[in-house]
């Protein structure tokens, strides 16, 4: 029997994917949103130091050495000003008054001297390099390190590297156990058998040792961090995911892909992952907190990145020499900087758990 | 149930044989030629020769895994590189000072997350649920650098409460004089993140029936949490405390590494910044049979706590 009215045109469905609910969710969600803003903040500034827009001149001495903050400008510890320069000028009047008596430093003439020709030489060489001696600050909005440099530009360089190193080690982290763990879970049989042998091996070792035998054989230097901590964190996302995709592979929507003869690359990836890509991002926020804490720490017992650059950690390792001489600027101001990122992190990582949960309605 | 536990060990062999294929790759392939670094500054070609003889880096790639295998299997791993003591005889004489100093950390701090995590679980939606959820959530976001140096300086170097670093030969000494600071820093570190997984597993259980069902034939709250909200949170609880048990043999590398305590921890550290390959494969090997023997032991205790856990 025919319809006598045929059913009114569905109306303009707003496209309403899990993405865009979650998002909606996340923007009620008034501290996740507080959240992503803040690490937007951060990776803007990342962005700029890393470009070069902002702080590209850290390793610059431009002021004191241990040049207090400018708020606390008059209560710094009292410390005897003693630079390269001064110990040098000392050294020369030295030389030059033993050179007056006809016997240099070392009380033996230039002809018995055996590094008088060396020394001369040098000398020349270090005036040639010598710029002009520029003014230098009393005091900097965050102080100054050992060296004078400015521990504001030091911070945002270092930020830069930490989070470099975190979202590249977890993104590469998050590939690998992402691919690994579709192949181990949608195929299944001795494929399977043979990456869950992998992912019993790397468990069962520790990964702050694990990360320390890699580190122990490769380089220093940001790409080297990188990916030391990507093959070693891997592990979570593997397990994830295997399980993801055992409980996908035989839903009906997979099957109906297979009946439209969509081949297995195909299925995984344009059909399956879609649908789990949400928990990515969830592991992703963890994976980024947990690999700037490793970063640090590495960097700190100089595993990590190269002595050029800068990170959290390498600016943590000058703190404990810092505070016993009582200047506690570069400690506190690393500390906050990078509180404040995890917190924020965290916090993103369990609001975005929240907001794209498919359970929650 | 011997039957389980069999198959059990029997499955850590190929576990076992990847760990070392992965250290074999790493050192042995990854890490290059290690007789220039021991070589030092008397390089030469016969100096080289020999330094790779003794090694038996002169041999062809499975002759020399088949060496390391049998190291494994004998637990001899021969001499550290840089002191020339036998492996074995070192990390002996370092296993102490971690078990001790590690094994303290974990008792004190699951005693006090525990009781912190039930208290605040009973009192959950109150202010001081939500203070302590928040001051933990802070806590956890601060580097254990941060927390090891500034209790370092200010607790041992400024306050003069402690010493500042050092470990002596006599376990009382320890225990009186250079155990507390790293003690109460460990513990600091550990306490919040395991007060919010411990507060999560306890307010979960608090929602299920079999509660309702006690309050409503009238026992006590107390005894609602002690008798039955505790054994049934157990179970999370014991998997985090197994899980972190083979770090009890690596010990607390920073803190053993900041108050120069002579354990596991630092000792890689240390043989990471000399290359000595030997140390770094020994204790690499003893932490995973640690941890593969924990995971069993686990599974076991699974078993005792909760009925409802079949072993297959």
Known sequence: MPHSASPPPAAPHPHNSLTRIGWRRLRRDRVGFAALCIVGAYLLLALAAWSGLLASHWQDEVAHPYAPPTLFAGTAPHHLELSAADIDAADRRATSAAAQDGSGATGLSADEDPLAADLAAAEQQSAQYRGAEQARADSLPLGADQRGRDVLQKLLQGSATSLQVGIAGALLALAIGTVLGALSGYFGGLLDDALMWGYSVFTSVPDMLLLLAFAAVSGRGIGTVVLVMAFTSWTGTFRLMRAEFIKHKGRDYVRAADAIGAGHGRRMFHHILPNVGHLLLVQFSMLTVALIKYEAILSFLGFGVGVTQVSWGAMLAEAPAELLQGYWWQMLAVTLCMSLLVTAFSLLADSLRDALDPKVK | MLAYIVRRVWQMVPTLFGVMLLLFVLFNWVGGDPSYILAGKNLSAEALAGIRQQLGLDLPLPQQFLIFVKQVLTLDFGTSWSTQQPVSTLLHSRIGPSLLLTGSILLLGTVLAIGIAALVAYLRGSLTDRLVTLIATCAMSVSALVYIIAGQYWLAFKGGWFPIMGWSDSTLDNLLHYLPLPLLLGVIVGLAPDIR???????????????????????????????????????????????????????AMLLETFFGIPGMGKEVVMAVERSDFPVIKAITIYIALATMLFNLLTDIIYKLIDPRVQLH
């Open chain 2, 197 to 251: 997984f411990y507060r999560s597993c306890f307010v979960e259980e608090l929602g299920h029936d079999y509660v309702r069902t006690a309050r409503a034939k009238g026992l006590s709250e107390p005894v609602i949490m002690l008798k039955h909200v505790l054994r049934n949170a157990m179970i999370p609880v014991v998997t985090s405390l197994m899980m972190s048990l083979p770090y009890l043999m690596m010990g």
